[in-house]
Structure formats: C-alpha cells, structure tokens
C-alpha cells in the first residue's frame, strides 16, 4: 500500500492515480481436476490494492481499464 501511495504522490500533474484498498473474507475453495483433485484452497485475510493509473485529459480512460493481478501464494490442505 505504502508503493502504491508514492506511486500517487509522485505522478506528473498530466496523470490521475486512483489507489482503493480492501480486505477479502477468510473463506475456502473445493478444488477439482486430476492434480488438485479433493483438495481445499484455503484463504483469509487477503489484503488488496487496487491501482488506476490513466491520463487527467481524457475523461473516458477509466471505461477503458487493463486489470493486472498479483497474488501471494496459498496453501493447498487435505
């Protein structure tokens, strides 16, 4: 959170940042197929950091997105 506050703290006044921040419930996933066959995806308190970067000039950039994804890995149980 602390790069992604620089990140907007530091853009050129031509550039718009939007930084949005949020935890996810503690939860789990049944996962399937020939690996992970009857194995639990378990998860919680999973910190998320959105980032929008686009330019102050044009007001339709935001419809116009590229979402980039990140993860820390899990631990598979069972």
């Known amino acids: 959170m602390d ?3 620089e990140v907007k703290a530091s853009a ?3 550039v718009a940042v939007d930084v949005e ?3 996810s ?3 789990s996933i049944q996962l399937g197929g020939p690996v992970f066959s009857g194995k639990t995806l ?3 308190g999973q910190e998320h950091v959105v980032v929008r970067v ?3 000039s044009d007001g339709n950039a935001q419809d116009n997105s590229v979402l980039v994804s ?3 890995d899990s631990v598979i149980t069972g």
């Open 3 to 5: 790069q992604a506050l």
């Open 12 to 14: 050129p006044a031509a």
């Open 21 to 23: 921040h949020f935890y």
């Open 25 to 27: 419930k503690p939860g």
């Open 42 to 44: 378990v998860y919680g």
């Open 54 to 56: 686009r330019p102050q």
């Open 70 to 72: 990140a993860h820390i």
